[in-house]
């Protein structure tokens, strides 16, 4: 039998159901304003180093971590589309911010909708701040208190002036889910303290570094889709270093990086500053080595704490014919390939080595831009392995013994490079 409700039962059903859809949307509204950029979330712990593995989570999706983040300068890397980079698992991906400021510019990324939209990418996106063309645009390059100002690249434009509120400014219209605070950045190889310490030393306020944080954080639009990312400079001194990452931990920010290396320093060096910052920077917030690649150096940076890597070398010597394996590099372009009818790699599953040999490398390298196309989606495609045998070695608790084949592996008669060898004693691998 069917019953009907009366007026003023209906009356009170409309009058719960819209208190309900009330409280529904002021819950949410809250939930908005308090949800993280980024959240976190360490899964294993290495017992015998310092490297972990972690699930990140990112306004546009997951990110495992360690990391390796391959740069698409101008917002594509060169030789894949955005669909095949998603169809080989690539979770995030670089792109640089003083290049997509002077072209397509600002405007135009904010009409399209920020990068993500313009570009066609779905996943995680980081920008760096424009900082690095301090260094290899140098000689084009005047850096004050105010900023950087630039002879362009575009000989049309004539002067850029990047500051840190213009740094932000693009990046807030790229869109990019982690944004770099523009920088001071000097090379290691510079042999004067008194211009690193005008980058990082504290005077009777704070360092040049940290100024420019604090004037990229008072200007930034939206820090609840996109994370600024301070970075620690100091070049190759401890104490310097020091400074540096006491002042901008300070800050309220979701994450760290460490700049102003492989800039030409020894790998002695290298290892031990990177060693030092990442017992500086907190444990609860990932740290992004910025600029590193090689497999060796990965591995050894993960155990020394490290979680996000980029480096252009895995697209760029592809495009100059060599192909990455777990034992080194294979040249393309030599004679001994000719009619060597393997794949690149037997145990690699990208769609390169299972159609191609080396001897059609060999013939098409550096000639033809499919070789660029081919070699490129080989490249990515070893270095999300090697990563994501990093990750499962630590989950499983058997990461010292991934690394001791790795190195061996690497180097079968024995031969380790000392720094290696250091910065793997300093976390208690013996190497085999």
């Not at 309900?20 to 939930?31: P, V």
């Not at 084949?405 to 000392?418: A, C, E, M, Q």
Request: glycine share 6%.
């Amino acid at each position: 039998m069917w019953r009907f409700f009366d007026v003023q039962n209906t009356t009170n059903l409309t009058q719960l159901f819209m208190s309900a859809f009330r409280i529904f949307k002021q819950t949410s509204t809250k939930m908005t304003e308090n949800a993280k950029p980024l959240v976190f979330n360490i899964i294993a712990e290495c017992q015998t180093t310092k490297a972990r593995t972690s699930k990140m989570i990112l306004p546009h999706g997951e990110v495992d971590t360690p990391v390796f983040m391959p740069v698409g300068t101008q917002g594509t890397l060169k030789g894949m589309l955005p669909e095949q980079l998603e169809e080989m698992g690539l979770q995030i991906m670089l792109a640089n911010t003083y290049h997509l400021g002077t072209r397509p510019g600002p405007k135009i990324l904010e009409k399209a909708g920020g990068l993500h939209k313009f570009m066609n990418w779905n996943r995680n996106l980081l920008t760096d701040s424009g900082g690095f063309q301090m260094v290899s645009l140098l000689e084009l390059a005047e850096i004050t208190e105010e900023g950087v100002k630039f002879q362009s690249l575009n000989k049309t434009k004539g002067e850029v002036m990047l500051t840190p509120e213009h740094s932000i400014e693009i990046q807030n219209a790229i869109g990019a889910d982690i944004i770099m605070q523009l920088d001071d950045v000097v090379q290691t190889t510079v042999p004067d303290k008194e211009r690193i310490a005008l980058s990082v030393e504290s005077t009777n306020m704070h360092c040049r570094t940290t100024r420019w944080l604090d004037r990229a954080l008072k200007v930034h639009k939206n820090p609840n889709t996109q994370n600024i990312f301070p970075i620690v400079q100091g070049t190759l001194h401890e104490d310097l270093r020091r400074i540096s990452a006491k002042d901008l931990t300070q800050r309220v920010v979701n994450g760290y990086a460490i700049g102003g290396l492989s800039g030409g320093e020894s790998k002695d060096e290298f290892w031990k500053i990177v060693h030092l910052c990442t017992d500086l920077l907190p444990k609860d917030k990932p740290r992004y080595l910025m600029g590193v690649g090689f497999a060796i150096d990965l591995v050894v940076c993960s155990a020394l704490g490290v979680d996000m890597f980029d480096c252009v070398f895995p697209t760029r010597t592809a495009r100059f014919g060599c192909a990455l394996t777990m034992t080194g590099q294979l040249n393309l372009r030599k004679a001994r390939f000719a009619k060597d009818f393997q794949p690149i790699d037997e145990d690699c599953t990208c769609n390169t080595c299972k159609r191609y040999t080396r001897a059609f490398l060999h013939g098409i390298v550096t000639e033809l831009p499919v070789a660029c196309h081919l070699l490129t989606e080989h490249n990515l495609a070893f270095q999300l392995r090697l990563m994501k045998s990093i990750r499962d070695s630590v989950c499983e608790q058997q990461f010292p013994a991934f690394v001791q084949k790795f190195v061996f592996d690497l180097y079968p008669d024995k031969n380790y490079p000392s720094w290696v060898k250091d910065a793997l004693t300093a976390v208690n691998i013996k190497l085999l």
